[in-house]
């Protein structure tokens, strides 16, 4: 054994680029920072804030965005962006109110729901790697494509239902104070985290945003890792709108209207990048958490709505910007 | 007493990470002066060059300019103070045109009112820049239309053409290993160019190649691991002189015939080339491939070899031929083809092999995730993976704390290690190599050629595709030899003689080559 060699267990295949000394420091630590410091402050200033009703509030924010951007996350780390997501949530929705209204299928709708969402993603994916179009095109194309199919089949007016076992799917509360919702979010959270980081599809994803090149020459199937994440990505946006419908009692319009760029922030302040290749599914939980307490925060304190757009908006650019001085790139040789 | 035009360094010392990379380290280039650097791969060559024009600072130490004390603030205050540089990856722009990239970052000289730029005045600079350099390139092409030689060119008629523009009377050039992806003939005009600049300006030159130090400078410095242990006049360097300064031991048997250990006599073909065509660059290629055997390629720019190693597992389009390997023809795609063990290890390791912001470990297992290194689930296995890496970095004697590092950060040797350890650990029978000891120091060099040849005493098969002409003699069993997509000539080499690079550029040249030179010569007109 060479002397100077130490014996690693490396954690991951895949190590987000670190930096050296104080930006390593910022990358990782500011978001949980920032965080801590979020929570303190409006469990200062805000007495409803710390309440059990609000927990159980903020858990139900949580779920959808967090589902939202698990996908999402992974088409991101391609180096690609999946902008449908809105809409699929929106595209699912409608159709899963639609069902429980008019059929007795109850929770088969589940299913329904998640085949949408993956032949979305599927037909994103697949003009994206085979039809050569940069996905930022192919999915504001598909933004519209789906919200307006969405938008069709119900008429524009939200289709209420009444299934209490399926509502139960979201507002239920398995573990006390914490909606189901929530519950779903953390799981797929965590299957998600795992397959990031120790699952060969995980890697691949990490390496195509580093170099698609250089993964063909690996002899890679490249083509069909360009798709899946754009399939995961519509499956995860499909059962966001699912719940959020469950949530409601009822499908909408205005479903999801805040996911698509609620979801953008909480991944990038998170801290995977746009460029991708760094960050993951384990950094977006950190976003989302970040973007759910802001907005409930902000709205228990009576902020205004155009005043906690501002601060929003401040708070993703100033977040992105560390994130950035975190992986500036070292001098090769 | 202060003389212009000389750049020192003294008592330069820069750690990274906690390893030291320069150690107090003297360094001086009078003016008119032609100065080489020689050292191993992570000896800090790169290094103190980064310091000494303005890329990074040192922790210690001081860069002097003509008799004073600069602080360096970044590359563009280092070229106002006369210090330039060409980097061994090229820093022009793609899609900009010749005299833009000529000018470029210095675009300040020809503002006029409001920030417009006058561009005229910029097409008559690059005009006369180019003139004098006695460059024939138009300066309204399109940078990535030029060939490899032409954008080197380029990069160092910029260094002069900058000092001219900042009315820097004597500038002071680093070249980092500037012939490194030319070939000879790219490679003799660029030192040419040198050779003429020289009376204006002084050049730090790194280089692997000792023919090219011997050719071309005045005196020599030797870095290893960091400490700069010796500097001489050039004629009083020799080649084992400078490598056992370098190393620090006797040289080590050079990969010659000689030395090679006694192989089994090649056996069954194991790769089997037939007609391969690619529309303009391949014109019905076959080669035979057997166990126990290095077959070397060999050819000059156009020859078509630079498409052969793609053509074969089928990353151009329009190929066409038949690829048989062990006898049953096979649809040339990568993955069918490393199921069958057969690897390409592509010639451009920082395009093309490696993920460079990547950890080794990263790198090393991503050619083989498909199959051996996870579960039919596709999880990974990662006590085993884990266990890989590591024997491969001490096999292959790659240095790095751990193997989490960043591939980046690596020296050119190292990187190239990293990517054998990738295409190795799937125990190839066949392997396509392509210029694989490029940017590599001589040390490295004879470490890799003695994994390749064990590997084909162990029945391997290696199609070595390499500009490197005394390699792909020193290695090869049989050579065969390109030009313009065809082959041209086969030889071969015994225990007792092998074929001269003499040789082997009469075969690429052809007679009637020959012939044209000849006549271009001696009848002095124009081209042919």
């Known amino acids: 054994m060479e002397s100077g060699l130490e014996v690693i267990e490396p954690k991951a295949i895949s190590q987000p680029r670190r930096a050296q000394g104080w930006r390593a420091f910022a990358e990782s630590v500011v978001p949980l920072a920032a965080l801590v410091a979020l929570v303190i402050y409006f469990?200062?200033?805000?007495?409803?804030?710390?309440?059990?009703?609000?927990?159980?509030?903020?858990?139900?924010?949580?779920?959808?965005?967090?589902?939202?951007?698990?996908?999402?996350?992974?088409?991101?780390?391609t180096g690609s962006i999946d902008l449908s997501v809105g809409s699929v949530a929106m595209l699912s929705g409608s159709a899963t109110a639609l069902l429980l209204a008019n059929t007795s299928m109850g929770l088969w709708v589940v299913a329904i729901a998640v085949a949408l969402g993956a032949l979305c993603g599927l037909m994103c994916g697949v003009i994206f790697t085979y039809g050569r179009v940069p996905s930022f095109i192919v999915t504001l194309g598909a933004l519209s494509v789906f919200r307006g199919v969405g938008l069709k089949l119900i008429d524009g007016s939200p289709v209420p239902f009444d299934n209490a076992a399926f509502s139960n799917l979201a507002i239920g509360q398995l573990v006390p104070s914490v909606a189901n919702v929530a519950l779903w979010g953390i799981g797929l959270w965590a299957v998600g985290v795992f397959v990031g980081l120790r699952t060969k599809f995980g890697h691949y994803m990490y390496a195509l945003g580093g170099s698609e090149r250089v993964v063909r020459l690996s002899g890679v199937a490249v083509d069909r890792y360009k798709v899946y994440p754009f399939i995961l990505s519509g499956v995860t946006a499909a059962i966001a709108g699912l719940l959020s419908v469950a949530q409601l009692s009822s499908g909408g319009p205005t479903l999801g209207s805040s996911f698509l760029l609620d979801s953008l922030a909480a991944i990038v302040v998170g801290g995977t990048a746009l460029t991708g290749g760094v960050g993951g599914v384990h950094r977006t939980l950190l976003g989302v958490l970040i973007i759910s307490i802001l907005d409930d925060g902000l709205n228990m304190r009576g902020v205004g709505e155009f005043t906690q757009e501002i601060i929003k908006g401040t708070v993703i650019v100033v977040a992105a910007a560390v994130v950035m001085i975190g992986q500036r790139k070292g001098i090769v040789k | 007493m202060p003389v212009p035009g000389v750049l020192a360094a003294r008592g330069i010392t820069k750690a990274y990470c906690g390893s030291l990379v320069l150690d107090r380290v003297d360094f001086e280039v009078q003016r008119g002066e032609v100065v080489g650097l020689v050292g191993e791969n992570g000896a800090g060559k790169s290094t103190l060059l980064n310091i000494l024009s303005g890329v990074t600072r040192a922790d210690q130490g001081d860069v002097v300019l003509n008799g004073e004390v600069v602080h360096l603030r970044n590359y563009n205050h280092a070229n106002h103070c006369g210090v330039f540089r060409v980097f061994q990856e090229s820093a022009l722009i793609p899609n900009l045109t010749v005299y833009e990239n000529l000018l470029f970052s210095h675009e300040?000289?020809?503002?006029?009112?409001?920030?417009?730029?006058?561009?005229?005045?910029?097409?008559?600079?690059?005009?006369?820049?180019?003139?004098?350099?006695?460059?024939?390139?138009?300066?309204?092409?399109?940078?990535?239309?030029?060939?490899l030689a032409q954008r080197q060119a380029l990069e160092i008629a910029r260094a002069t053409a900058l000092s001219f523009l900042l009315a820097i009377p004597h500038p002071i050039i680093l070249l980092d290993e500037p012939t490194t992806a030319l070939d000879a003939t790219e490679e003799r005009a660029t030192l040419e160019l040198v050779g003429r600049l020289k009376g204006a300006a002084s050049f730090v030159l790194i280089s692997h190649r000792f023919e090219e130090i011997f050719a071309v400078t005045d005196r020599i410095y030797?870095?290893?691991?960091?400490?700069?242990?010796?500097?001489?006049?050039?004629?009083?360097?020799?080649?084992?002189?400078?490598?056992?300064?370098?190393?620090?031991?006797?040289?080590?048997?050079?990969?010659s015939a000689a030395s090679r250990e006694a192989v089994k006599a090649p056996q069954a073909t194991r790769l089997s080339v037939r007609g391969l065509s690619?529309?303009?660059?391949?014109?019905?290629?076959?080669?035979?491939?057997?166990?126990?055997?290095i077959v070397g390629l060999c050819g000059l720019a156009g020859s078509g070899k630079e498409v052969l190693g793609r053509a074969i597992i089928g990353l151009v389009k329009g190929a066409q031929g038949t690829i048989m390997v062990d006898g049953v023809a096979v649809r040339p795609a990568i993955r069918t083809m490393m199921a069958r063990g057969l690897v390409y290890m592509p010639g451009d390791r920082?395009?093309?092999?490696?993920?460079?912001?990547?950890?080794?470990?990263?790198?090393?297992?991503?050619?083989?995730?498909?199959?051996?290194?996870?579960n039919r689930v596709g999880i990974v296995k990662f006590a085993a993976a884990r266990r890989d890496v590591l024997e491969w970095m001490v096999r292959l004697r790659i240095v790095a704390r751990t193997s989490r590092v960043a591939c980046g950060t690596l020296s050119g040797g190292q990187q190239q290690k990293v990517l054998f350890a990738k295409f190795l650990r799937r125990s190839p029978r066949i392997l396509i190599l392509e210029n694989p000891t490029r940017g590599v120091d001589t040390w490295t060099k004879a470490e890799l050629y003695r994994v390749l040849r064990s590997l084909v005493a162990e029945g391997a098969s290696i199609l070595l595709i390499s500009d490197d002409l005394p390699e792909v003699i020193?290695?090869?069993?049989?050579?065969?030899?390109?030009?313009?997509?065809?082959?041209?000539?086969?030889?071969?080499?015994?225990?007792?003689?092998?074929?001269?690079?003499?040789?082997l550029i009469r075969m690429m040249l052809g007679v009637t080559g020959l012939q044209r030179e000849y006549l271009r010569e001696n009848a002095g007109a124009g081209a042919v």
């Open chain 2, 278 to 293: 690619v529309p303009g660059a391949l014109s019905d290629v076959s080669i035979d491939l057997a166990s126990h055997e």
């Open chain 1, 43 to 77: 469990s200062a200033t805000t007495p409803s804030f710390v309440t059990r009703a609000n927990f159980l509030a903020l858990t139900e924010l949580i779920g959808p965005l967090l589902l939202v951007s698990l996908g999402a996350t992974f088409v991101m780390l």
């Open chain 2, 350 to 374: 920082q395009l093309d092999g490696l993920l460079l912001q990547d950890s080794i470990f990263s790198n090393v297992t991503l050619a083989s995730l498909h199959d051996t290194l996870s």
């Open chain 2, 108 to 147: 300040a000289s020809f503002e006029r009112f409001g920030g417009v730029l006058d561009r005229r005045a910029m097409r008559l600079a690059a005009e006369q820049i180019l003139k004098e350099a006695r460059l024939d390139i138009g300066i309204e092409q399109r940078t990535d239309e030029l060939s």
């Open chain 2, 222 to 255: 030797v870095l290893k691991d960091g400490r700069m242990v010796a500097s001489m006049p050039s004629e009083r360097a020799t080649p084992e002189l400078l490598r056992r300064l370098m190393v620090g031991r006797e040289r080590i048997a050079d990969a």
């Open chain 2, 474 to 503: 020193a290695l090869s069993d049989r050579i065969v030899v390109l030009t313009q997509g065809r082959v041209v000539g086969v030889a071969r080499s015994s225990d007792i003689s092998e074929p001269s690079e003499h040789d």
